[in-house]
C-alpha cells in the first residue's frame, strides 16, 4: 500500500452535533470525505448489527479493511456512481494514483469481475457523438481492410454507399437511427466491440454487498451515503437521540433476510418496468412479482415486526394498484384485502363499484366513515358515499361544506422587493400582495399580517413535543442522521408514546407553553421535520420600528413567536395538536396562508404610533426582547385564493375547525385590477 504523506484517511470519528445554526461559511471536504463516510457505515453496521452478520457480509469488511487506499477510494467511488457497468477510460480521479492498478486489486479480491454490458444498455449510454465516432471509424478500418481503392473512405462493395457521403448524412440521424443504421448495414457486432473492448469493462461482483451496508445502517431506502455529504457540508445538522443496539429494527437474521427480500422487490418493481404505464407492464413478469410477494412471510405474525409488516403491505398496495389500472379489478381485490393500511378499503369500494357490486362498495364506505383510519380515508369516503347513493338511486347525503366567511380583496399587480438584483423582476404573489394590503397601522391600533401557510403550526407543534419526537423508542432511530423518527407519520406514534404526549397535552392545557419557548432556544439550528427556521427569520422588531440593540440580538426570542404565544393560548394549542395526532400526515398541511395579529396596547398612551405599541418602558424579556406582557394580542387566519385558484380539502378541514374553535379564519379572494 502505497503511503501518502497527510493524505491517508484518519481513523473514523463519530458524527460532529453541531447544536446551533448551521454556519454560512461554506465548507470545504477532506479529500477522502467519501471513505471516511463509507468506513464510518461499516463501523456503525458491525456495532449496531455485528451478532447479525453473516459470512458474506463479515468476509466484505475484512476484504475492504485490508485493501490499499487507492483500492478502496475505487471501490466506493465506483459504488457512488451509476453502473452497473463500468469502463477503465471514463475513470479519473486526481486522489487515486494507479486507477489500473486499483481495478487489478479490486480484481484479485473478487469484488469486481469483467463482463461485457448488456447490448441496449450500452447503446442507451453512448452518446449520438460516439455513435458517429465509432461507426466512421469501423467503415475506414473495413475499407482498409477489404483493399478499397475507389476513394479514400469507401463503405465495404456490398453495401453500396461511401464512408464520406455517410459520414455527412449520419450527422443529421437521430441517436435511434443511427442504431438503425448499424443494424441494417451489419456493423452493429463491430459497433459494440468498438463501444465496449474486451477487459476494458467490468461490474461489481456479488460479493461486494455494499447495498446491505446501507439499509442496515439507515433502515431506510430513502437514505443513502449522500446523506453524509450533507452532514459534511452543513447542510444538515441533527438532534443527538439514540441508536444504541437496544433500540434497533431487526433483532434475528430471519428479520434482516426480509429486509433484503423486501428491498429487492422494491426495487424490482421500481426499476424493472412494473411502476409505469399499464400499456408498458410485462404480464407475465408483473404475475411473477404477485407470486413472489404470496411467498413472504408474515412478519407480524412470525417476527412481530412492524416495520417489515409496513414494508409488506407497501408493496401489496403497490402491485395491487397496478392490477387496478389493468382492469383485473378480482385480482386487485384480492391483494387489497391482505391489508387494511389505508387506502386499502378506499380502493376496494373502487373495484367493487368497477364490478357493479354497488352495495358492498357502500358497506367498505360506511365504515371508512363510522372508524376512519386516517382524516383522509374520512373525506374520500364523502365523496364515495355520494357517488354510490347516486348509482343506486338513493338520496344522496348534503355535502358537508365547513363553516367560515369570505371576502373579496382588488389589487394592483406590483414588482416583487424580494427579486434577486440584476434577474427579470417577479410579479407579486397573491400571498405576498394580500399580506401587504391587509396590514394596517391606525392610532394606537396595529393589524401586522405575515405570510406563514403551514410553516407556523408546524414548527410550534415541533418545538412543543420535541424531546418527545425524539426519545429513544425501539425502530424509531436508526443512524445520527434522521429528521424524524421512522414511525413520525405511521398510526403507531402516537400510541408508542401515549403516556408523554398526554401529559404534555395537559401542561399545554393548563397554561403552560413554556417548553416551546425553551426548545427554540435549546435547539435553534438542529434539523427537526416540523420546524421551519428560516420562518423566524423573516419578521424582526426592526421591521416595526422598534430599532434598540437588544432587538437586534439574534439570541432573542423571535417577533414572531412572541406574537404567537401571546395570540394563542396554551389550552388552544393543546386543541390544535391533538388533531394534528389523529393523523399527523395529513394534519401537517393544508393552513391558512396568513395570519394577521391585532395588537392594542391598553396601557400605552393614545397618541404614541403604532409602531410603538410593541415597545413599552422598561418592560422587557429576559433575553433582551421587548416584552408583549401589557399588550393585548389577538390573531385571525385568512387563506389567500388568487384567480382560477379552489380550497383543498384540508384547507376547508382547517378553516372550519379554527373557526369551531374560537378563532377567525376566512378566505380571501383576491382579483387583479387592469
Not at 399580517?449 to 425501539?474: H, K, P, Q, T, Y
Not at 423571535?558 to 393543546?574: K, M, V
Amino acid at each position: 500500500m502505497t503511503q501518502r504523506e497527510n493524505e491517508k484517511p484518519v481513523a473514523v470519528k463519530k458524527p460532529v452535533r453541531i447544536s446551533g445554526a448551521a454556519s454560512s461559511t461554506a465548507k470545504v471536504l477532506p479529500i477522502y470525505y467519501y471513505l471516511s463516510n463509507f468506513q464510518l457505515m461499516l463501523e456503525g453496521v458491525a456495532s449496531r448489527y455485528g451478532d447479525l452478520l453473516d459470512e458474506v457480509e463479515l468476509g466484505f469488511i475484512d476484504t475492504f479493511s485490508a485493501l490499499s487506499c487507492d483500492a478502496q477510494c475505487l471501490l466506493v467511488r465506483l459504488i457512488s456512481r451509476k453502473g452497473p457497468w463500468f469502463c477503465e477510460a471514463q475513470l479519473s480521479y486526481s486522489e487515486i494514483e494507479t486507477i489500473p492498478g486499483a481495478i487489478s486489486e479490486l480484481g484479485e479480491q473478487s469484488l469486481i469481475c469483467y463482463e461485457q454490458p448488456e447490448m441496449t444498455w450500452l447503446l442507451h449510454k453512448s452518446t449520438k457523438a460516439e455513435l458517429i465516432q465509432a461507426l466512421v471509424e469501423i467503415s475506414q478500418a473495413l475499407v482498409e481492410t477489404r483493399g478499397a481503392t475507389a476513394r479514400e473512405g469507401a463503405l465495404p462493395n456490398e453495401t453500396g454507399f461511401h464512408a464520406d457521403q455517410r459520414q455527412v448524412d449520419i450527422k443529421r440521424l437521430k441517436k435511434s437511427e443511427l442504431i438503425q443504421y448499424a443494424q441494417e448495414t451489419g456493423l452493429l457486432a463491430h459497433l459494440l466491440r468498438r463501444l465496449a473492448p474486451a477487459q476494458h469493462w467490468f461490474c461489481l461482483s456479488p460479493q461486494a454487498v455494499y447495498r446491505r451496508f446501507e439499509l442496515l445502517y439507515f433502515e431506510r431506502m430513502s437514505q443513502s451515503l449522500s446523506q453524509f455529504i450533507l452532514a459534511d457540508l452543513g447542510i444538515h445538522n441533527f438532534e443527538a437521540y439514540s441508536t444504541s443496539i437496544a433500540s434497533r429494527s431487526f433483532n434475528t437474521r430471519a428479520e434482516i433476510e426480509g429486509l433484503y427480500s423486501l428491498s429487492t422487490l422494491y426495487r424490482e418493481f421500481e426499476e424493472g418496468g412494473l411502476s409505469g404505464k399499464p400499456s408498458d407492464i410485462s404480464i407475465e413478469k408483473f404475475d411473477l412479482f404477485c407470486q413472489r410477494l404470496t411467498e413472504l412471510p408474515d412478519f407480524t405474525k412470525e417476527a412481530g415486526n412492524e416495520k417489515l409488516n409496513r414494508m409488506t403491505q407497501g408493496l401489496w398496495l403497490m402491485a395491487a394498484r397496478q392490477l387496478e389500472r389493468l382492469g383485473h379489478f378480482e385480482c386487485a381485490l384480492a391483494l387489497y384485502g391482505n391489508t387494511k393500511r389505508p387506502p386499502s378499503r378506499e380502493r376496494q369500494a373502487r373495484c367493487l363499484n368497477k364490478l357493479g357490486r354497488d352495495d358492498e362498495a357502500l358497506e367498505f364506505v360506511e365504515l371508512m366513515l363510522a372508524s376512519p383510519m386516517e382524516e383522509s380515508e374520512r373525506l374520500v369516503a364523502r365523496r364515495l358515499q355520494k357517488s354510490l347513493h347516486r348509482s343506486l338511486g338513493r338520496a344522496a347525503p348534503k355535502p358537508w361544506q365547513g363553516e367560515f366567511d369570505t371576502f373579496k380583496l382588488e389589487c394592483q399587480r406590483t414588482v416583487n422587493d424580494e427579486s434577486i438584483e440584476g434577474e427579470e423582476l417577479n410579479a407579486e404573489r397573491v400571498e405576498q400582495c394580500a399580506a401587504r394590503h391587509l396590514s394596517t397601522a391606525q392610532g394606537n391600533k396595529l393589524r401586522l399580517c405575515v405570510e406563514v401557510e403551514n410553516r407556523l403550526f408546524c414548527s410550534m407543534f415541533g418545538l412543543a413535543f420535541w424531546d418527545i419526537i425524539f426519545s429513544d423508542v425501539g425502530g424509531a432511530f436508526a443512524n445520527p442522521y434522521q429528521s424524524r423518527p421512522s414511525d413520525m407519520y405511521q398510526s403507531e406514534f402516537y400510541p408508542r408514546r401515549k403516556q408523554a404526549i398526554d401529559k404534555r397535552l395537559a401542561a399545554l392545557a393548563s397554561g403552560d407553553t413554556q417548553m416551546i419557548m425553551e426548545h427554540f432556544h435549546q435547539k435553534r439550528g438542529i434539523t427537526n421535520d416540523w420546524v421551519h427556521w428560516p420562518l423566524f427569520e423573516e419578521l424582526s422588531f426592526d421591521d416595526l420600528g422598534l430599532e434598540s440593540a437588544q432587538s437586534r440580538d439574534k439570541d432573542q426570542t423571535p417577533l414572531l413567536l412572541q406574537l404567537a404565544l401571546t395570540a394563542f393560548s396554551g389550552a388552544f394549542l393543546a386543541k390544535l395538536f391533538r388533531q394534528m395526532l389523529f393523523d399527523l400526515r395529513y394534519y401537517r398541511a393544508g393552513f391558512p396562508d396568513l395570519i394577521c395579529f391585532h395588537l392594542t396596547a391598553e396601557h400605552l398612551a393614545i397618541e404614541r404610533p403604532a409602531t410603538e405599541l410593541l415597545a413599552t418602558e422598561n418592560q422587557a424579556t429576559d433575553d433582551g426582547a421587548p416584552s408583549l406582557a401589557h399588550n393585548r394580542v389577538t390573531a385571525e387566519l385568512i387563506e389567500v385564493k388568487g384567480p382560477g385558484d379552489a380550497l383543498r380539502d384540508n384547507q376547508t378541514i382547517w378553516l372550519d375547525w379554527f373557526n369551531r374553535n374560537g378563532v377567525k379564519a376566512s378566505v380571501c379572494y383576491l382579483s387583479w385590477l387592469d
